[in-house]
């Protein structure tokens, strides 16, 4: 008996010590899940050394500078006698610009050189994602919602004349809409401006434009108007400067990225749903998200913005490059072009349709996958805001309770049956299942009306964009998963190509060709996460070569006819040597492919001979780590794999 008393004590005791034992764990995980998210976001570029562990990284090749290009240098000034515009002039041009960030730049350019092309004043355009109608704080108007009006205004002053608002006398026309309007489509000719709208710009005095296709004039110009297109220039990379606060932030961003002595990729993915639409990429995502785009791509069969089948084979349309580059994908070309598995990789973009789910393969290859939450705090994302006015957060509605009469009159019409069931328990309608932008497609047909919290968050994307914009601009190495994507409306990865393509030329920018690419994931696509080597070798050749002038001349020949601002050379560039006529390429139509720059002048040659300098040693260019790469033996790429093995995981794939 004293026997059993004792054990039943020890079992008692050992029952109490579990209990007691997990209710202390239960304690510390409820604390520490509390500070996990603020932690993430205030402390991860702080962590960065521990992460990455020593100040050396591997690859450096892989991050620096094309030299090839070293030689071209930022030169939009006019070249010849250029006149500065009068104070007396033809009238007043008003615009409204529809769409996104993307849009939005592309279209104020266009507006800046059409004005100078009709002699006419232009009026601060009206961005119509961030009118106080929808919701931004009263501390800005439309404009200086993203822009800085000041500079805008007195950087233009020798190329137009530009006013914040109609003389007072000409507002209340306005409002009586007695002015003509005009809607241009993104690829009106300059003829169309000198024939059909100066006529009644100089009749009426006043003229209104709506652009909503992302421009309003044609991307290639007539060799006489070469000054307009460096006027685009000097409009998209001097003139349109980010208000102050978007700039501090975006610049405190990346000192945090790079904070810890290491270089960042920036990566723009291009999910969006609109694009996918166009193209016809439903199949490539799931559930809920494959409906959304058919829904949308069905609705612009019916605007006729697109005229094809509602459902076309996607896995076709992917393989003939009009579909993006997955993040998954994106993840298997880094790794193959030999990036480390600690490199931080910013992810830009304000829409990724598809969400988080898209992103779980990427993630698990490259962990240090940050982007704007991650570096910034609630707080500063605030003041960037600005004071607003609270809305309602929760606008989710229950449906209406249905009488008995009604669910009798239902079960009546549901047809027959193959044997009488009973009535479904009476389940709750959880807020989660209806909530969001997709949760109206269990309920009906139609997509509804944007909520007044749903225009304010479209006004907060462009905020969004805009910080992600100066990243990947500063970043030492873009890599775009969407661009090119031949819809003929420019797209964010573009400009950003563009910028960098003009600011610094030699920045390593990844012109990828989504065609060859796909036929090389054709190619291992059942076991994508070993590759070959000889495919790995066809990968880094295509990758590296898209940095230089191979690269280059596709980017002239199949982006710049349909968005001059992604690749503005020769017209906005000067070389500091010139190019031997032998490397200089033209197109059919005389257009330069390659070459072509002016010789720059004395004072850019010296600023250039002072930065050079400075560098740091000789650094070889992408071709000489091509060359290496390809007289690479097997025992040699076997030892490679060994030594990165302590930067990757053994496995690449993700599901495993």
């Not at 961030?130 to 000041?150: A, C, P």
Request: with cysteine; aromatic share 8%; net charge neutral.
């Amino acid at each position: 008996m004293v026997f059993r008393s004792r054990i039943k004590w020890i079992a008692l005791l050992v029952l109490i010590l579990s209990v007691g034992s997990l209710v202390v764990h239960l304690s510390i995980t409820k604390s520490s899940g509390v500070e996990l998210a603020s932690y993430a976001r205030d402390s991860l570029w702080q962590d960065f050394d521990s992460l990455l562990g020593s100040q050396e990284f591997r690859n450096k090749h892989l991050w620096r500078p094309v030299k090839a290009l070293e030689t071209l240098q930022p030169y939009a000034n006019p070249r010849d006698s250029y006149p500065a515009p009068r104070s007396t002039n033809n009238g007043f041009i008003y615009a409204k610009i529809f769409g996104g960030f993307d849009k939005i730049r592309s279209s104020i350019c266009d507006l800046v050189t059409i004005s100078r092309l009709l002699n006419a004043t232009l009026i601060i355009p009206e961005l119509q994602e961030s009118l106080r109608s929808k919701g931004i704080s009263n501390k800005f108007k439309s404009f200086s919602y993203l822009y800085d009006e000041e500079q805008f205004i007195s950087f233009l002053k020798n190329d137009v004349i530009i006013a914040k608002a109609l003389p007072e006398n000409l507002k209340a026309a306005r409002k009586r809409n007695e002015f003509p309007l005009f809607k241009p489509q993104n690829s009106a000719s300059p003829n169309f401006y000198l024939e059909d709208v100066l006529p009644k710009l100089k009749k009426s005095n006043v003229i209104g434009l709506i652009v909503s296709d992302g421009g309003c004039l044609q991307s290639t110009l007539p060799a006489s108007m070469l000054e307009l297109q460096r006027l685009r220039c000097r409009v998209a990379f001097h003139a349109l400067q980010l208000r102050s606060e978007i700039q501090v932030l975006g610049k405190k961003m990346v000192d945090r990225l790079r904070k810890s002595g290491q270089p960042f990729l920036a990566y723009h993915p291009g999910l969006v749903r609109d694009k996918l639409a166009y193209h016809g990429c439903a199949e490539l995502f799931q559930d809920v998200h494959s409906e959304l785009i058919q829904y949308r791509r069905a609705q612009m069969i019916k605007q006729r913005f697109i005229s094809e089948e509602l459902i076309v084979d996607s896995h076709v349309r992917r393989d003939k490059g009009l579909c993006p580059l997955m993040p998954e994908e994106v993840g298997i070309l880094l790794k193959a072009l030999g990036y480390s598995q600690k490199a931080i990789i910013y992810l830009a973009g304000s829409e990724m349709f598809g969400g988080q789910r898209v992103l779980i393969p990427l993630r698990a290859m490259f962990p240090n996958l940050v982007d704007r939450t991650s570096l910034c705090s609630t707080e500063e994302l605030s003041e960037l805001v600005g004071p607003e006015t609270p809305l309602p957060e929760n606008t989710f509605e229950m449906p209406p309770q249905k009488s008995d009469k009604q669910l009798k009159e239902e079960w009546n019409k549901a047809g027959t049956r193959p044997r009488p069931l009973p009535p479904p328990p009476d389940r709750p309608i959880y807020q989660h299942e209806k909530e969001g932008w997709y949760g109206w497609l269990t309920e009906n047909d139609t997509e509804p009306t944007p909520s007044l919290m749903d225009l304010r968050n479209q006004a907060h994307r462009l905020l969004w964009d805009a910080l992600d914009f100066v990243v990947s601009v500063e970043a030492d190495v873009f890599f775009p998963g969407f661009n090119n994507h031949g819809s003929g409306q420019p797209d964010f990865s573009s400009l950003v190509m563009g910028q960098r393509l003009y600011e610094r030329p030699s920045s390593r920018t990844y012109r990828v060709d989504r065609k060859v690419i796909q036929e090389l994931f054709n190619i291992t696509r059942e076991d994508m996460y070993h590759p070959n080597r000889n495919w790995t070798v066809r990968v880094r050749k295509h990758l590296n070569s898209s940095l230089g002038e191979s690269g280059l001349i596709r980017q002239s020949m199949l982006s710049k006819p349909k968005l001059f601002l992604s690749h503005p050379l020769p017209e906005c560039s000067c070389r500091t040597s010139p190019l031997e006529d032998s490397r200089q390429i033209r197109s059919d139509d005389g257009r330069f492919l390659y070459g072509g720059e002016d010789e720059c002048p004395k004072w850019i040659k010296t600023a250039g001979v002072e930065k050079s300098k400075t560098d740091d040693v000789e650094q070889p260019d992408y071709e000489h780590d091509l060359l290496t790469e390809q007289s690479e033996t097997k025992e040699e790429f076997a030892k490679s794999k060994v030594a990165s093995a302590f930067d990757q995981d053994e496995e690449w794939d993700p599901n495993d």
